[in-house]
T-cell receptor, first 112, second 115 residues
Framework: DGGITQSPKYLFRKEGQNVTLSCEQN?????MYWYRQDPGQGLRLIYY???????QKGDIAEGYSVSREKKESFPLTVTSAQKNPTAFYLC???????????FGSGTRLTVV | GDSVTQMEGPVTLSEEACLTI???????????LFWYVQYPGEGLQLLLK?????DKGSNKGFEATYRKETTSFHLEKGSVQVSDSAVYFC??????????????FGTGTQLKVEL
């Protein structure tokens, strides 16, 4: 079955360490997105990519980095520059054009 | 910029009660509108969508009508079940440079349905 896979589901890291969250899709979607979810704040866009080897900053890109070397993969690195990294991170993908997204099941990152 | 405003929760209802979750939007273009549902610890699932004014999206007994004159997309269900307990997100999609689209979400409304 086609879908979008995020791993791991739970991730714990010490403060000051970089950490990379995985996102893979087999839907043949061109566009991929990373959102951050915090209680009471809805979803905020971190980065998005509409094509391989190209990506754009979203509303809260500071302290994050991404790469898009393959159509299927869009990993997110949370760097030590991100001041408050503990959150639920959601990856999504879509076809190009106006339409909805398919979401992964999320990664809950806790930095201690 | 684009924005979505939805009613704050939590909304607590008894089983078989009627549900309305209000959603209004601000957008410069002609966006598509969506409702997503999120169950605890999971990602978001598309519940329904409408792509132009006066369209009605419906799924699993939920429905919402795209009202351009009031810039609204309220979610309704005639009889809720305990299994409908979740967080509901209203969202709009607009085009970005390059042909892609960007979803802007409301803050979510938690629904609790009790026996």
């Amino acid at each position: 079955d086609g879908g979008i896979t995020q791993s791991p589901k739970y991730l714990f890291r010490k403060e000051g360490q970089n950490v990379t969250l995985s996102c893979e899709q087999n839907l043949n979607h061109d566009a991929m997105y990373w959102y951050r979810q915090d209680p009471g704040q809805g979803l905020r866009l971190i980065y998005y990519s509409q094509i391989v080897n190209d990506f754009q900053k979203g509303d809260i890109a500071e302290g994050y980095s991404v790469s898009r070397e393959k159509k299927e993969s869009f990993p997110l690195t949370v760097t030590s520059a991100q001041k408050n990294p503990t959150a639920f991170y959601l990856c999504a993908s879509s076809t190009v054009g106006v339409g909805g997204y398919t979401f992964g099941s999320g990664t809950r990152l806790t930095v201690v | 910029g684009d924005s979505v405003t939805q009613m704050e929760g939590p909304v607590t209802l008894s089983e078989e009660a009627c549900l309305t979750i209000n959603c209004t939007y601000t957008a410069t273009g002609y966006p598509s509108l969506f409702w997503y549902v999120q169950y605890p610890g999971e990602g978001l699932q598309l519940l329904l969508k409408a792509t132009k004014a006066d369209d009605k999206g419906s799924n699993k007994g939920f429905e919402a009508t795209y009202r351009k004159e009031t810039t609204s997309f309220h979610l309704e269900k005639g009889s809720v079940q305990v299994s409908d307990s979740a967080v509901y997100f209203c969202a709009l999609s607009d085009m970005v440079t390059g042909g892609g689209n960007k979803l802007t979400f409301g803050t979510g409304t938690q629904l609790k349905v009790e026996l």
